[in-house]
C-alpha cells in the first residue's frame, strides 16, 4: 500500500503480559516515529529513527517500553510487563523530508 | 521545551459557514514549523497544512488558511465553507526547525459540523 500501516489494527491483552505493535512505514521514508494518545496524557512523543542514526528514545515513559528498526524499514514497539495505564492509541509516522510526518491508522492497546 | 496550547476543547459550526480553531505556543527556538492535523474517527492522522516559521506569508490550502503570529506566538485555522467531512479532532502542532524530529502537540479541538 501507499500509506503507513500499524498492526495489529487493535489489542487487548492482560495485566503483566508483554505485547509488540508493529509499523510499516512508507517505501523509501528514511525517519519513523511512534506517538501515544491517551486521554490523560494526549498526544506524546516516545521514539525515533532516522536513517543509521542512534534513535531518540527521550519520550519514552519507563524501561518496559523498547523499539527496533530492522533494515531501515520495518519497526517494532514493545512493551513489557503491561499496566493498565498502558491502555492507549500508539501511532507510527514515517517521513522522508525532514517536516512531513505521515501517519498511520494506528493500534489500540487495551490492558485488562 | 516547546509548549503547544489549544484552548477550545469543542467547536461546532454549520455547513457552508466559516470557523476558527486557536493555537498559541510557546517556544525560544527561532526557527520551526508549525501543522495544523485532523483526526477523524477513523484515527487516521492527516496533516491539513504547514507552515515556515520563517516565512511571514500564511498558508493556505484550498478551504484551509492560517493566521500566523510570530510575535504573538499565535497560529489559528480558519475553515472556510465547511463540510460535514470536516468533522474531526484537530491538533495543532510544533516541530523545531533542525533535521528530523519530534511533534509537539496540542491538546486538541473536537469540531463538529453541523448540517
Known amino acids: 500500500g501507499a500509506g503507513v500501516s500499524q498492526s495489529p489494527s487493535n489489542k487487548v491483552t492482560e495485566k503483566g503480559k508483554d505485547v509488540e505493535l508493529r509499523c510499516d512505514p512508507i517505501?523509501?521514508?528514511?525517519?519513523l516515529y511512534w506517538y501515544r494518545q491517551s486521554l490523560g496524557q494526549g498526544l506524546e512523543f516516545l521514539i525515533y529513527?532516522?536513517?543509521?542514526?542512534?534513535?531518540?528514545k527521550s519520550g519514552l515513559p519507563s524501561d518496559r517500553f523498547s523499539a527496533e528498526r530492522t533494515g531501515g524499514s520495518v519497526s517494532t514497539l514493545t512493551i513489557q510487563r503491561t499496566q493498565q495505564e498502558d491502555s492507549a492509541v500508539y501511532l507510527c509516522?514515517?517521513?522522508?523530508?525532514?517536516?512531513?510526518?505521515?501517519f498511520g491508522p494506528g493500534t489500540r492497546l487495551t490492558v485488562l | 521545551a516547546q509548549t503547544v496550547t489549544q484552548s477550545q476543547p469543542e467547536m461546532s459550526v454549520q455547513e457552508a459557514e466559516t470557523v476558527t480553531l486557536s493555537c498559541t505556543y510557546d517556544?525560544?527556538?527561532?526557527?520551526?514549523?508549525l501543522f495544523w492535523y485532523k483526526q477523524p474517527p477513523s484515527r487516521q492522522m492527516i496533516l491539513v497544512i504547514r507552515?515556515?516559521?520563517?516565512?511571514?506569508q500564511n498558508a493556505t490550502e484550498n478551504r484551509f488558511s492560517v493566521n500566523f503570529q510570530k510575535a504573538a506566538k499565535s497560529f489559528s485555522l480558519k475553515i472556510s465553507d465547511s463540510q460535514l467531512g470536516d468533522t474531526a479532532m484537530y491538533f495543532c502542532?510544533?516541530?523545531?526547525?533542525?533535521?528530523?524530529?519530534?511533534?509537539?502537540f496540542g491538546q486538541g479541538t473536537i469540531l463538529t459540523v453541523h448540517p
Open positions: 517556544t525560544s527556538e527561532n526557527n520551526y514549523y
Open positions: 517505501s523509501g521514508h528514511t525517519a
Open positions: 509516522a514515517s517521513s522522508r523530508t525532514s517536516d512531513l510526518q505521515f
Open positions: 507552515q515556515e516559521a520563517y516565512k511571514q
Open positions: 529513527f532516522q536513517g543509521n542514526s542512534a534513535p531518540d
Open positions: 502542532a510544533f516541530m523545531k526547525g533542525t533535521s528530523y524530529g519530534k511533534l509537539t
